[in-house]
T-cell receptor
Framework: DAKTTQPNSMESNEEEPVHLPCNHSTISGTDYIHWYRQLPSQGPEYVIHGLTSNVNNRMASLAIAEDRKSSTLILHRATLRDAAVYYCIRGSQGNLIFGKGTKLSVKP | GAGVSQSPRYKVAKRGQDVALRCDPISGHVSLFWYQQALGQGPEFLTYFQNEAQLDKSGLPSDRFFAERPEGSVSTLKIQRTQQEDSAVYLC?????????????FGPGTRLTVT
């Protein structure tokens, strides 16, 4: 199965860091790890992607385990606007195979 | 700047009717994808275009679903003889590069309700 494993839901407090885990134990050597998020009533939005090394951008950081069987999306300071469903996706081709994702709630 | 747009945003169809959903990708984007998202689920891939060529239609659920992108820009997803199980949000995404690892930009989706 090409889908990844994520917790159904997580809660965070505003302005605190959030670590969203993802397991992809059957990942192949050419598969990238992608993260997208979807706010209510909107299409998914790209967050970050990586292959082997940890990655940083303006939105988040992606920490990839050395064996690549798991990864963690890190939001450094959660805001109320970060409340969304976060999808961890593995793939090397264009089409994305989404799972159910993790619903992140952010408390003020 | 202009993102991916889709129309209509909402469509109600009676069972058995044909519908056409439109996607306007970001100008210059080579790749275009269609996804179907049922309530409470993640999006499911339907089909992929590279310019005007439909390179992958493995996700289309039945031969009632048809997609085209005749000039390599605007795309239309057509569903013939709609059924209740077709009720979903249909998402379009485009990306700059050809088949590969590129950031996909999604439209807001068209919510189809079949009654």
């Amino acid at each position: 199965d090409a889908k990844t494993t994520q917790p159904n839901s997580m809660e965070s407090n505003e302005e605190e860091p959030v670590h969203l885990p993802c397991n992809h134990s059957t990942i192949s050597g050419t598969d990238y790890i992608h993260w997208y998020r979807q706010l209510p009533s909107q299409g998914p939005e790209y967050v970050i992607h990586g292959l082997t090394s940890n990655v940083n951008n303006r939105m988040a950081s992606l920490a990839i385990a050395e064996d690549r069987k798991s990864s963690t999306l890190i939001l450094h300071r959660a805001t109320l606007r970060d409340a969304a469903v976060y999808y961890c996706i593995r793939g090397s081709q264009g089409n994305l195979i989404f799972g159910k994702g993790t619903k992140l709630s952010v408390k003020p | 700047g202009a993102g991916v747009s889709q129309s209509p945003r909402y469509k109600v169809a009676k069972r058995g009717q044909d519908v056409a959903l439109r996607c306007d990708p970001i100008s210059g984007h080579v790749s275009l994808f269609w996804y179907q998202q049922a309530l409470g689920q993640g999006p499911e891939f339907l089909t992929y275009f590279q310019n005007e060529a439909q390179l992958d239609k493995s996700g289309l659920p039945s031969d009632r679903f048809f997609a085209e992108r005749p000039e390599g820009s605007v795309s239309t997803l057509k569903i013939q003889r709609t059924q209740q199980e077709d009720s979903a949000v249909y998402l379009c995404a485009s990306s700059l590069g050809a088949y590969g690892v590129y950031e996909q930009y999604f439209g807001p989706g068209t919510r189809l309700t079949v009654t």
